[in-house]
């Protein structure tokens, strides 16, 4: 009968609720590593400013695992004591030192929690004595590390 009644009291906590804010909970950190929407999102940021991605790549790992922090039962199959994954993604993108700018900043200010862990970026130097052209694009490397919550 008490397990009933928290159940309900939860329930009624859980449904008090709105959608929309349940929404924003499953982006800020959702319940599985959905590589695919975390692009597009990107994709979407980046779009304004003229900026595509190129070359993706991403690596879904267990970083307790990986870090050696995980707790060995009794069947010798290591565990993770952490309650979410990491996923890595690396990508590339061109554009002008501004929307660069714009583009971090909006990155951001995304609500899916990001790290960007490298940035790198490189130019094409102009014709003129190496020079670069001021209003030249610039190509540029992220590396980014999103989380996820395990079941």
Not at 132 to 137: E, K, L, N
């Amino acid at each position: 009968k008490a397990l009933e009644n928290e159940r309900d009291k939860l329930a009624a906590k859980f449904n008090s609720f709105r959608t929309e804010d349940l929404s924003r909970l499953e982006k800020l950190l959702p319940e599985n590593a959905d590589n695919i929407r975390l692009i597009l999102e990107i994709e979407q940021i980046a779009f304004p400013y003229g900026m595509t991605l190129k070359d993706v790549k991403y690596n879904t790992t267990d970083t307790a695992a990986a870090a050696g922090n995980s707790v060995v039962q009794r069947t010798g199959v290591r565990q993770s004591s952490k309650n979410y994954g990491v996923m890595e993604l690396q990508f590339a993108t061109s554009g002008t030192y501004n929307n660069f700018i714009n583009f971090t900043k909006d990155l951001e200010k995304n609500l899916r929690i990001v790290d960007v862990a490298a940035v790198s970026f490189s130019s094409d130097k102009g014709p003129s004595l190496g020079k670069i052209a001021p209003q030249s694009a610039y190509d540029y490397s992220f590396k980014i590390k999103t989380y996820w919550l395990k079941n």
